[in-house]
């Protein structure tokens, strides 16, 4: 149907069909509303075109080949750069060599669950009142802003007029440049820094901090340092980039570092953090509470704060609240923001357990897909001291499990469990190594469900598999 015949209400408005729009929207659905989600750009969001998506459909070919060349009778297995790429292509839907992106597999989905999509920039202009593209359009109950966040680009002098890469282009490149540079050591920054260095460019990493991987474990950061090192990657610690200059809009790159050293490069990559998508929302105009970085604060139900209005209307969820950049964590907000509309329209009184993601605060389960992979789940052990909470921490290398040394000739990883010592339970696991991604979410149960240790140790792991890492941490621990 065009847009100027569709019609001017629905029950719920989404603003942003990123993943965690999406979610809101199929949940808000599915609780029987009828739902309008409004997206300037691609359906799918960052994360889709240009975040999860492409960074891990291109770090997997690279990850595959280095399983089979560490496994002594499949030693052959090399990385084929532009078959890395086109596997990226395909899932980013480029459009043959073209610059064009397509989302019709997401508008078909959205087709088919039945929500109304509308194309523009949307903005709040009063309660319950979207604007786009000229069109106003009113909510009945509730409207959602899922809209996300965007590169930070940091007030350097030059680096706005250099043209620099964000990971919007980094990750949708067809061209490998001779050398890249980058600015931040954060997880965009390492994930792709390992890309670009197996698939033929010259990488050198600016990191600020004294380590990479700043939120996780310090031997996280360790180990990813040593292998990018092994990559070939210059891994600049403590450095800053004092000024940046180009010779022409795509010409060398200069950048001036701290300690008098300069770098150059055929690319700059900018990846020191993310900027909420808030500017021109309208947020403040009625009524809502934007926070010093400029993200939506919102209550532990995800309700902006501050809004005015008779019940609560405005509620803000994934990245643009600020409270975990993550896409699985940003949809398991949406869920609950989607059942607790649902709820409160249905005049029944919300499931608080269910309607309220409270697992947030125990500390997001992540991934950084290098190689080594960082698994890891709750608090860091500084985190959990922060806390003050009474911790005691367990350290053991990955190959203290048999299942590693199958996985692996001469396997390199580390394990850490960081355990509650007044309750009994675990608040915080870091996983280092070779395909230690999915041991995450034992982790994640054990933490979500505060399983009590000596429940823990019934829990018995597989032989020959890495999840017996489990068996020997609790082993160590003193079970
Ligand atoms: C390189 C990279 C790799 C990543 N890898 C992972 C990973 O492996 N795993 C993981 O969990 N997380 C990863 N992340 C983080 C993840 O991308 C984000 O947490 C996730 O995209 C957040 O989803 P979202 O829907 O909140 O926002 P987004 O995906 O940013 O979507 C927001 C949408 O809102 C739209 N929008 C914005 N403003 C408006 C407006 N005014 N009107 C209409 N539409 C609007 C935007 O165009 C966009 O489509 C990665 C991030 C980066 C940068
Ligand atoms: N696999 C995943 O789950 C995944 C992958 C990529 C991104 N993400 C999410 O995206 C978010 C953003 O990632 P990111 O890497 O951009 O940010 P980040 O906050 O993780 O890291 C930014 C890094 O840049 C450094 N930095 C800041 N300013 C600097 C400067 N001027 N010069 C040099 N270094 C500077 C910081 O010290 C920090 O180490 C993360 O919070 C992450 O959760 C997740």
Same mark, same amino acid.
């Given at each position: 149907?065009?847009?100027?015949?569709?019609?001017?209400?629905?029950?719920?408005?989404?603003?942003?069909?990123?993943?965690?729009?999406?979610?809101?929207?199929?949940?808000?659905?599915?609780?029987?509303?009828?739902?309008?989600?409004?997206?300037?750009?691609?359906?799918?969001?960052?994360?889709?075109?240009?975040?999860?998506?492409?960074?891990?459909?291109?770090?997997?070919?690279?990850?595959?080949?280095?399983?089979?060349?560490?496994?002594?009778?499949?030693?052959?297995?090399?990385?084929?750069?532009?078959?890395?790429?086109?596997?990226?292509?395909?899932?980013?839907?480029?459009?043959?060599?073209?610059?064009?992106?397509?989302?019709?597999?997401?508008?078909?989905?959205?087709?088919?669950?039945?929500?109304?999509?509308?194309?523009?920039?949307?903005?709040?202009?009063?309660?319950?009142?979207?604007?786009?593209?000229?069109?106003?359009?009113?909510?009945?109950?509730?409207?959602?802003?899922?809209?996300?966040?965007?590169?930070?680009?940091?007030?350097?002098?030059?680096?706005?007029?250099?043209?620099?890469?964000?990971?919007?282009?980094?990750?949708?490149?067809?061209?490998?440049?001779?050398?890249?540079?980058?600015?931040?050591?954060?997880?965009?920054?390492?994930?792709?820094?390992?890309?670009?260095?197996?698939?033929?460019?010259?990488?050198?990493?600016? $990191?600020?901090?004294?380590?990479?991987?700043?939120?996780?474990?310090?031997?996280?950061?360790?180990?990813?340092?040593?292998?990018?090192?092994?990559?070939?990657?210059?891994?600049?610690?403590?450095?800053?980039?004092?000024?940046?200059?180009?010779?022409?809009?795509?010409?060398?790159?200069?950048?001036?570092?701290?300690?008098?050293?300069?770098?150059?490069?055929?690319?700059?990559?900018?990846?020191?953090?993310?900027?909420?998508?808030?500017?021109?929302?309208?947020?403040?105009?009625?009524?809502?509470?934007?926070?010093? #970085?400029?993200?939506? #604060?919102?209550?532990?139900?995800?309700?902006?704060?501050?809004?005015?209005?008779?019940?609560?209307?405005?509620?803000?969820?994934?990245?643009?609240?600020?409270?975990?950049?993550?896409?699985?964590?940003?949809?398991?907000?949406?869920?609950?923001?989607?059942?607790?509309?649902?709820?409160?329209?249905?005049?029944?009184?919300?499931?608080?357990?269910?309607?309220?993601?409270?697992?947030?605060?125990?500390?997001?389960?992540?991934?950084?897909?290098?190689?080594?992979?960082?698994?890891?789940?709750?608090?860091?052990? $500084? $985190?959990?001291?922060?806390?003050?909470?009474?911790?005691?921490?367990?350290?053991?290398?990955?190959?203290?499990?048999?299942?590693?040394?199958?996985?692996?000739?001469?396997?390199?990883?580390?394990?850490?469990?960081?355990?509650?010592?007044?309750?009994?339970?675990?608040?915080?696991?870091?996983?280092?190594?070779?395909?230690?991604?999915?041991?995450?979410?034992?982790?994640?149960?054990?933490?979500?469900?505060?399983?009590?240790?000596?429940?823990?140790?019934?829990?018995?792991?597989?032989?020959?598999?890495?999840?017996?890492?489990?068996?020997?941490?609790?082993?160590?621990?003193?079970?």
């Amino acid at each position: 149907m065009p847009e100027e015949e569709l019609p001017q209400e629905f029950d719920v408005i989404v603003v942003g069909a990123g993943p965690v729009g999406e979610n809101a929207a199929d949940r808000a659905h599915k609780a029987g509303l009828t739902v309008a989600i409004i997206e300037k750009h691609l359906v799918g969001g960052e994360c889709s075109f240009y975040a999860c998506s492409p960074s891990k459909a291109l770090l997997r070919p690279i990850h595959a080949t280095r399983a089979s060349q560490r496994v002594q009778g499949s030693e052959g297995a090399h990385v084929d750069p532009q078959g890395v790429l086109a596997r990226r292509d395909s899932w980013i839907n480029r459009v043959g060599t073209s610059d064009t992106l397509d989302d019709s597999g997401q508008v078909g989905w959205l087709d088919h669950v039945g929500i109304t999509l509308l194309r523009g920039a949307a903005r709040l202009v009063g309660e319950r009142t979207v604007e786009v593209g000229g069109r106003t359009l009113r909510a009945r109950q509730a409207v959602v802003l899922a809209t996300g966040t965007m590169a930070a680009v940091p007030p350097i002098p030059g680096l706005r007029e250099a043209n620099a890469w964000t990971n919007r282009e980094a990750t949708t490149s067809r061209r490998i440049p001779d050398r890249l540079a980058v600015l931040g050591g954060g997880v965009v920054a390492c994930e792709l820094a390992q890309v670009f260095a197996a698939i033929g460019s010259k990488v050198t990493i600016v $990191e600020r901090a004294d380590g990479l991987l700043g939120r996780h474990e310090a031997f996280a950061g360790k180990a990813v340092a040593e292998a990018l090192e092994r990559d070939g990657v210059d891994v600049l610690l403590g450095t800053k980039a004092e000024s940046v200059s180009r010779l022409g809009p795509t010409g060398e790159v200069t950048v001036e570092l701290s300690g008098g050293k300069t770098l150059k490069a055929d690319e700059l990559l900018v990846a020191v953090g993310r900027t909420p998508a808030t500017k021109g929302l309208g947020v403040e105009e009625v009524g809502g509470r934007l926070d010093r #970085s400029g993200y939506v #604060s919102v209550t532990d139900q995800m309700e902006v704060e501050g809004v005015s209005g008779d019940k609560p209307w405005l509620y803000a969820v994934g990245d643009v609240n600020g409270r975990a950049l993550l896409t699985h964590m940003g949809k398991y907000q949406a869920r609950a923001v989607g059942d607790l509309i649902g709820a409160r329209v249905a005049g029944r009184e919300p499931d608080a357990g269910k309607t309220t993601p409270w697992a947030v605060a125990l500390g997001s389960p992540q991934v950084v897909f290098t190689d080594p992979e960082v698994a890891a789940a709750g608090l860091t052990e $500084e $985190e959990a001291r922060a806390a003050g909470i009474r911790i005691r921490v367990v350290d053991l290398p990955m190959d203290s499990a048999a299942g590693a040394g199958l996985q692996a000739e001469g396997y390199q990883g580390q394990a850490r469990i960081v355990v509650d010592e007044d309750n009994g339970v675990l608040v915080g696991a870091t996983f280092v190594g070779q395909d230690t991604a999915d041991l995450v979410h034992a982790a994640t149960v054990a933490i979500v469900g505060k399983v009590p240790l000596t429940t823990l140790w019934h829990a018995v792991p597989s032989y020959p598999t890495m999840s017996e890492i489990w068996l020997r941490l609790l082993e160590e621990y003193g079970l």
